[in-house]
């Protein structure tokens, strides 16, 4: 079993910033991916940030250069510095571990933060 609590989330203008954390706990070592999800209302989720266990890293095309995902493996803790803030990025924001190799692999899931960007 794996728990994640997340924290971070806000109001915030054009153009601000916010960073997300999610803290994990239980049976971490299992983990082999770490991601960020968002999902705005009347859409599906979608996969904003990726980093696997051997640091390989990935962003959605519209955030790109504009979000940071990095984790601190002494803390157990996933981040997501997100600048340069949008409307569109208005979104609950899920944390998620997946363990397990495809086609079994397995994934957790944060509780949700909300993020609001609007002046």
């Known amino acids: 079993q794996v728990q994640l609590v997340e924290s971070g989330g806000g109001l915030v203008q054009p153009g601000g910033s916010l960073r997300l954390s999610c803290a994990d706990s239980g049976s971490t070592f299992s983990i082999n991916a770490w991601g960020w999800y968002r999902q705005a209302p009347g859409k599906q989720r979608e996969l904003v940030a990726s980093?696997?266990?051997?640091?390989?890293?990935n962003y959605v095309d519209s955030v790109k250069g504009r979000f940071t995902i990095s984790r601190d493996n002494a803390k157990n803790t996933l981040y997501l510095q997100m600048n340069s803030l949008k409307p569109e990025d208005t979104a609950v924001y899920f944390c998620n571990a997946r363990i397990g190799q495809a086609p079994y692999e397995y994934d957790y899931w944060g509780q949700g933060t909300q993020v609001t960007v609007a002046s």
């Open positions: 980093i696997t266990r051997g640091g390989r890293i």
